[in-house]
């Protein structure tokens, strides 16, 4: 979790998600942003955007915390039922 950590871990959404916005906040006034008292560690990525989530909700002490799913912006429009006879089968 500390500057060590490699980039694979640092590309994981779950790491992401976990630690978004984490590198602006102070935990221990003699410790830099981003210190994790739990793991004694700075985290290793601290600015980042996300850009397929939105922060909904983080609990007072971040152990809860809910993201919304933007939509995509170039989705395809719904697709017809593959039910519906009026329009001929794709090949």
Known sequence: MDSQVSETMKNSLMYRLAFYRFGEVRTKHNEPSGYDTVRNCEIGLKKFDLNYFR???????WLVRI???????MREPKLKSRF????????
Do not use: G, W
Request: proline share 18%.
């Open 84 to 91: 519906d006879k009026s329009t001929p089968p794709a090949i």
């Open 55 to 61: 922060e909904s909700y983080t609990s007072e002490r």
């Open 67 to 73: 993201y919304e799913v933007l939509p995509l912006p």
